[in-house]
């Protein structure tokens, strides 16, 4: 059975760092392209950021470039994201994903693309 679970989620001033962390369970995801989203109360689910299942590419969502950054440890089946300068609107529920399909040429940031998730994290951000 394929788990992921997140970690590393809290309560943060703003400016400061959180680090999430998602490590998966059940099958290996080397191939696969891991993503991580973010959910807004009564919105969608929006991609924050993803990376290649090679690593050679990364995806970020323009309102957390050059604050966040993905990265993923195939050895140990994991993804992380670090966040700096965290700001209040960055408050939601962090969920990791993997996509479905393997070795996907590019980044997919819908959420269709994506079949196995963690149970996410929530992520708040005081001013």
């Known amino acids: 059975q394929v788990q992921l679970v997140e970690s590393g989620g809290g309560l943060v001033q703003a400016g400061g760092s959180l680090r999430l962390s998602c490590v998966a369970s059940g099958r290996t995801f080397s191939e696969y392209a891991m993503g991580w989203f973010r959910q807004f109360p009564g919105q969608e689910r929006e991609c924050v950021a993803a990376?290649?299942?090679?690593?050679?590419?990364?995806y970020y969502t323009d309102s957390v470039k050059g604050r966040f950054a993905i990265s993923r440890d195939n050895a140990k089946n994991a993804v992380y994201l670090q966040m700096n300068s965290l700001k209040p609107e960055d408050t939601a529920v962090y969920y990791c994903?993997?996509?479905?399909?393997?070795?996907?040429?590019?980044?997919?940031?819908?959420?269709?693309?994506?079949?196995?998730w963690g149970q996410g994290t929530r992520v708040t951000v005081s001013s």
């Open positions: 990376i290649k299942w090679s690593g050679s590419s990364t």
């Open positions: 994903a993997v996509d479905r399909l393997r070795r996907r040429t590019t980044i997919d940031i819908t959420p269709g693309a994506y079949n196995y």
